[in-house]
């Protein structure tokens, strides 16, 4: 599964940021599979603090525009990513990729 909205990071990860004006939210994407999850995020934005506690949740962290070759190249094995609305275009462009 790929939760791609950023507040079903915020939310699923306990965090809040300033990415955005007046909302307690960051711009992120987030996989979140059977044996791994991974946040895709502007690292540098990451105070240590965070990254400790997401170290300690096992969440790995990656670089905000890796999602694309993440996508890309079906990192996640077989199967099929489900996807939340705002993913949807993204689905659908690498899949055209593909053809």
């Given amino acids: 599964m790929a939760c791609s909205c950023d507040a079903n990071s915020a939310y699923v990860l306990n965090l809040r940021g ?9 711009v992120s ?6 044996d791994r999850a991974i946040l895709f995020v502007e690292q540098e934005k990451v105070e240590p603090p965070v990254r400790e506690y997401l170290q300690n949740l ?5 670089d905000y525009n890796g999602i694309w070759s993440f996508l890309r ?7 099929k990513v489900r996807n939340t609305r705002s993913l949807f275009l993204i689905v659908i462009l690498i899949a055209l990729m593909d053809r």
């Fill in 29 to 34: 994407y987030m996989y979140i599979g059977l």
């Fill in 73 to 79: 190249t079906r990192e996640w094995g077989e199967g």
């Fill in 18 to 26: 300033d990415d955005i004006p007046f909302n307690p939210v960051f």
């Fill in 58 to 62: 096992r969440v790995e962290l990656r």
